[in-house]
T-cell receptor, first 115, second 113 residues
Framework: GAVVSQHPSWVICKSGTSVKIECRSL??????MFWYRQFPKQSLMLMAT?????????EQGVEKDKFLINHASLTLSTLTVTSAHPEDSSFYIC???????????FGSGTRLTVV | KQEVTQIPAALSVPEGENLVLNCSFT??????LQWFRQDPGKGLTSLLL?????REQTSGRLNASLDKSSGRSTLYIAASQPGDSATYLC????????????FGGGTRLMVKP
């Protein structure tokens, strides 16, 4: 089946620094990947759609300069949280799918804590 | 705009019971519907995918049904076990080229030994 790998699984950083999260499709090519944010005991909130070779599409209310997305290859999308602050602390998850008819596969998530 | 609702929000049952988790959606123009399981602090694990042309899918003790006309899906869990304790999420896939995934709020399931 389709496998999506996300790294790191957790990260602690100081306020003001930047953190990069990677999302890789291991056994298929993904022209589109999706980034979600999840707060405790809440469902997933779509942040942006990452498109290979072009700019990401951000959801309303998501700061594109704060959350930089790069989809440089068919198997890798990265999310960089720039100048992180404690309110950016959250669980970030990516997803992709092999084909239009296949379901979505999610990464294992990244727990970001900004201190 | 698609809206997805899951009922109940939380459920606590003794081991061995058969369960039904409900998912309803407002726009019947969907590509497919997917059920996921999420353990605390973990990513999502896909359980079942139902194409829009299908009415149900089965995997082991799990059975998911889809009624597009009424905007409903149910996830049936037979003979529940403590290891089934998790949050179950229903996601409706629609939009342009099926690129829009709309999640329900989830059902938090606790199966007690």
């Amino acid at each position: 089946g389709a496998v999506v790998s996300q790294h790191p699984s957790w990260v602690i950083c100081k306020s003001g620094t930047s953190v990069k999260i990677e999302c890789r499709s291991l056994d298929f090519q993904a022209t589109t990947m999706f980034w979600y944010r999840q707060f405790p005991k809440q469902s997933l909130m779509l942040m942006a759609t990452s498109n290979e070779g072009s700019k990401a599409t951000y959801e309303q209310g998501v700061e594109k300069d704060k959350f930089l997305i790069n989809h440089a290859s068919l198997t890798l999308s990265t999310l960089t949280v720039t100048s992180a602050h404690p309110e950016d602390s959250s669980f970030y998850i990516c997803s992709a799918r092999r084909t239009l008819a296949s379901g979505y596969t999610f990464g294992s998530g990244t727990r970001l804590t900004v201190v | 705009k698609q809206e997805v609702t899951q009922i109940p929000a939380a459920l606590s049952v003794p081991e061995g019971e058969n369960l039904v988790l409900n998912c309803s959606f407002t726009d019947s123009a969907i590509y497919n519907l997917q059920w996921f399981r999420q353990d605390p602090g973990k990513g999502l694990t896909s359980l079942l995918l139902i194409q829009s042309s299908q009415r149900e899918q089965t995997s082991g003790r799990l059975n998911a049904s889809l009624d597009k006309s009424s905007g409903r899906s149910t996830l049936y869990i037979a003979a529940s076990q403590p290891g089934d304790s998790a949050t179950y999420l229903c996601a409706v896939i629609g939009g342009n080229a099926g690129n829009m995934l709309t999640f329900g709020g989830g059902t938090r399931l606790m199966v007690k030994p």
